[in-house]
C-alpha cells in the first residue's frame, strides 16, 4: 500500500514540475512573424503579428522619447524577443527600456 502511495505522490510532483517548467517559459516572438508595431504612450507598445494576432507589452520603465521617436532592439542567436529579456533603445533621446511580460489581446471584432 505505501508503494501505491509513494508512485502516485512522486506521479503527481512530476505532473507539477512539467506544469511549473511549462509556466515559467517566457513568451517569445519570431521576429520575422512582426508586421509592424504601435506605440501607444511611453510605456505600451503593440506587436501585430502576421497571423492577425497582436500582442501587448507594457515596458517596466517608462520611455519619454518612445511615442516621438519609435525604437530599435538587437537580438542576438534566435532571432526572436522573450519578454523580460529584450533591452530596446529609443531612436533619439537615448532611453534604454526592458520589455515586461507579453499579454495576447482579444481579437478584434469585424
Not at 508512485?7 to 512582426?34: E, F, G, N, W, Y
Not at 526572436?80 to 520589455?99: K, P, R
Amino acid at each position: 500500500m505505501l508503494r501505491i502511495a509513494r508512485a502516485a505522490v512522486a506521479s503527481a510532483l512530476a505532473t507539477m514540475t512539467v506544469a511549473i517548467s511549462a509556466a515559467a517559459a517566457p513568451v517569445c516572438l519570431q521576429t520575422d512573424r512582426i508586421q509592424n508595431t504601435t506605440i501607444l504612450n511611453s510605456r505600451t507598445i503593440l506587436f501585430h503579428m502576421k497571423d492577425g494576432t497582436t500582442w501587448r507589452n507594457t515596458l517596466r520603465n517608462s520611455c519619454p522619447d518612445l511615442k516621438w521617436y519609435g525604437f530599435t532592439y538587437a537580438v542576438h542567436g534566435p532571432l526572436e524577443i522573450c519578454e523580460n529579456l529584450l533591452t530596446i533603445h529609443t531612436l533619439y533621446g537615448g532611453d534604454t527600456c526592458l520589455l515586461s511580460r507579453f499579454t495576447q489581446e482579444p481579437p478584434a471584432h469585424a
